[in-house]
């Protein structure tokens, strides 16, 4: 039997993988005796540049088996904050544009993969997000596309769900 203990959420921006993440990690912590930890690559990625990096970070920082942690971003003054160290010891759950890639799927034991069609996760992404989103929109699916291009994370998997609640 394989103990659940890290789980990666992966999607297209505007696909539900924050919401679903906080969902599994109200459950999970429901049933069990220790908390949930729950890292956002939102925190992480270094700018609206960020992905590539993001995703490396996921696999070499967060997924780091003996003293896991990231860097968080300041978006405000766009540039790197404060270190984050996480509990090895600890269940994890990470979700963001980038998580699941061939580097970190090994590192995990559960993968999800939310789809969800291109128009409906931009007019959710940019009604979460406004103003502050909408001229970045174009820069991030450009990074999305190299990413499932290298990566295929719908391949890499354990579950693939649809992005729609319910």
Request: a neutral charge; hydrophobic letters at 40%.
């Amino acid at each position: 039997m394989t103990v659940l203990r890290r789980v990666l959420i992966d999607g297209g921006s505007g696909s539900g993988k924050t919401s679903f993440a906080r969902r599994l990690q109200a459950r999970w912590s429901q049933w069990s005796a220790e908390p949930v930890q729950l890292v956002s690559l939102d925190d992480c990625y270094p700018g609206w540049q960020g992905l590539a990096e993001g995703s490396r970070m996921c696999a070499t920082d967060i997924l780091h088996p003996t003293s896991p942690g990231y860097r968080r971003w300041d978006w405000e003054r766009s540039q790197p904050a404060n270190w984050v160290a996480l509990d090895p010891a600890l269940p994890l759950i990470v979700e963001g544009c980038g998580a699941l890639s061939r580097e970190s799927a090994p590192l995990a034991q559960l993968t999800v993969w939310l789809q969800l069609d291109q128009a409906e996760r931009k007019r959710r992404a940019l009604g979460r997000d406004g103003d502050g989103y909408a001229p970045w929109w174009e820069v991030w699916a450009a990074q999305e596309a190299e990413h499932w291009r290298r990566n295929q994370p719908w391949r890499l998997a354990t579950v693939l769900l649809n992005g729609n609640p319910g």
